[in-house]
């Protein structure tokens, strides 16, 4: 695609990034075919080649307007778009640069500044997040009904296995909302690991890993989100942990992407290029350690399970197939899963931000999830789990607790 650049990005880090992935875009359309929101508004202008042409002309000088805003707003970033993809466009990185030329043109008003603010430092503040979390809980009866179905109960983690049993070490990735919303996830992944002769630690001071600002219009506060981790992971990298693992696939498509966010900081381009190669989702790991996990399953008949596939692990992170063959070994049955590619609704904040679309594409998920009658759901990704499951008559749970069960 030819394109006139105007004179405020042309030369810059971003236009440049721009500049080649239009170039790239050949407007062929076989995105249009695996767009979440295009399949249920069938508007042009809401799927990646209406979106691309639209970033396109406000780069090129035209003015944006509130209307491109919303289109981009609607999009779920969920980079089915880049699966599909013929010419490999990377339409995630337009879109951020899109979103955040489009927004600086067309502020937002103040209610929705005011929305933004409270969810960045709600959710990614972790003893906050823990704290209204118990309150709703306490008070769930009260609530709204949609506000209510996003309180999931209380669930216990389990024990960790104690520490410095194994000589090989990794570190994971606690996060903001997931140590409260579904404690079992690492618990259950420092077991598997511990089974597999592999010691797995959290971080005390590490954190959000930034997505959530970094995706309500706030690249500065995901870069500092960044920094604060990689300060907390760096004397641990220094001694030789093997990998930093991610259990919230969504975390994963962050902090593998840190090296990119942080290009431009000369203190921190090399500590996050460092960062972002040891990055792992725990399947990655699990899947390398084949021998020991052989030896280590009781092999039985596990029922029948509907594997949901983040759009963050299938296609950011690029793994397809991984959890399924694993989950397979254990002696778990997969159902089949239809247009298992699209995207459940859940996205981040879009649940919250664009709650009739993210509810009509959970509803839809879930239809094809439990049509082949599964005793339980497995994602890898903690906003998944807990989207679906307000919504689900079937238990819904992150795949490595099937794992553990196994053990």
């Not at 597999?196 to 500092?224: N, Q, T, V």
């Not at 931000?353 to 509803?363: F, G, K, Y």
């Amino acid at each position: 695609m030819e394109t006139k650049l105007a004179d405020f990005i042309r030369d810059t880090a971003d236009g440049r990034e721009a500049d080649a992935v239009l170039r790239k875009c050949v407007h062929c359309g076989f995105c249009t075919a695996t767009c979440p929101t295009y399949q249920l508004l069938g508007d042009e202008l809401d799927g990646p080649r209406g979106r691309i042409y639209q970033i396109k002309r406000v780069l090129e000088g035209a003015p944006a307007t509130v209307s491109v805003r919303e289109h981009l707003d609607r999009c779920l970033t969920c980079r089915a778009c880049e699966t599909t993809c013929p010419s490999g466009v990377q339409y995630s990185r337009l879109l951020d640069v899109g979103r955040a030329e489009v927004v600086r043109q067309v502020p937002r008003d103040l209610p929705a500044r005011a929305t933004r603010a409270v969810l960045k430092r709600v959710l990614a503040n972790r003893r906050l997040f823990g704290a209204l979390l118990a309150l709703g809980r306490l008070f769930r009866g009260a609530l709204p009904a949609r506000m209510a179905a996003k309180i999931p109960a209380r669930t216990e983690a389990g024990a960790w296995p104690p520490a410095n049993r194994h000589s090989r070490r990794m570190l994971a990735l606690a996060g903001c909302v997931q140590p409260a919303l579904t404690p079992a996830t690492n618990a259950a992944t420092a077991r598997v690991l511990d089974a597999l002769g592999i010691e797995l630690f959290e971080a005390p001071s590490a954190g959000c890993c930034g997505a959530l600002a970094f995706h309500l219009d706030d690249a500065e506060r995901a870069r500092e989100a960044a920094r604060r981790n990689i300060d907390a992971w760096w004397p641990h990298v220094e001694n030789g942990v093997e990998a930093i693992v991610v259990t919230a696939s969504g975390c994963g498509v962050q902090v593998k992407d840190y090296d990119h966010l942080l290009r431009g900081d000369e203190m921190y381009a090399t500590k996050a290029a460092r960062i972002a190669s040891l990055c792992r989702d725990v399947s990655e790991v699990i899947a390398a350690e084949a021998t020991a996990l052989s030896s280590r399953l009781r092999k039985a008949e596990r029922g029948r399970v509907a594997f949901h596939s983040p759009c963050t692990l299938q296609h950011g992170q690029k793994i397809r197939g991984v959890i399924e063959a694993l989950l397979t070994e254990a002696g778990y049955t997969l159902t089949n899963v239809r247009d298992a590619h699209l995207c459940c609704g859940s996205a981040g904040t879009y649940s919250l931000l664009q709650p009739a679309m993210s509810i009509q594409l959970r509803d839809n998920k879930l239809a094809a999830l439990t049509e082949n009658a599964p005793a339980v759901i497995a994602t890898a990704n903690v906003g998944c789990q807990t989207h679906l499951a307000g919504g689900s008559v079937v238990p819904v749970r992150h795949w490595i607790e099937l794992m553990d069960a196994a053990l």
